[in-house]
């Protein structure tokens, strides 16, 4: 059985298909007669489940300790700034089931990475359609201005609006034009920031 996972669920974004197609091809290169159902690429992994994962998976983890199915897994991946944690029963030979109350509110990084990028995706698409909105939107959350944003927002609980400034060299007018169309919750983008209430 092989597990591949991407950190960072965006299931639509090129990097996520290329990379599975790269670890389709890779596994099919070296072992031929590996049947596709024996290959599991997850793009909605948390990184608590990711790291459960990778545990269980693991050789040296799996000489010291012996997994049975139903056995319960708690992981917890400490990060820059989040803590992310899984509570994961084994199902079966390398697969985890997560338990239900972790799905219903997502929390650490990578759903606060995705929630951004529907926020900045949805706020771009009225301003430049949508395929430049949705590849500008995944550029923003790689870039040193998101990733500080994020990293400091609890320090500035003073501020009513955090700025996230666009990509470098991205030609995109500030939103609305006209201030009659603003209310004071609204995402806008002006002086090439997207700027978002809190």
Known sequence: MWNFTVPGCWPKSTVVRDFTRMAEDAVFSCLPSTRTENICISTDLTEGEASA???????????LHKF???DTI???DVGGATTDIAISTISDAGQLIT???LNVTPVGVVSVDKKFWYLARKTLRDVVGPVQADLTALQMTRESAYTNARTTFSGTAQEDRIQIALPPRTMI???????????DRMTIVKNHNVSIHR
């Open 68 to 70: 049975a199915h139903g």
């Open 173 to 183: 007018e500030d939103w609305p034009l006209q201030g009659s169309q603003i209310h």
């Open 74 to 76: 708690i992981s917890c």
């Open 99 to 101: 338990s239900p109350q």
């Open 53 to 63: 994962y990778c545990f269980l998976n693991e050789n040296s983890v799996a000489k």
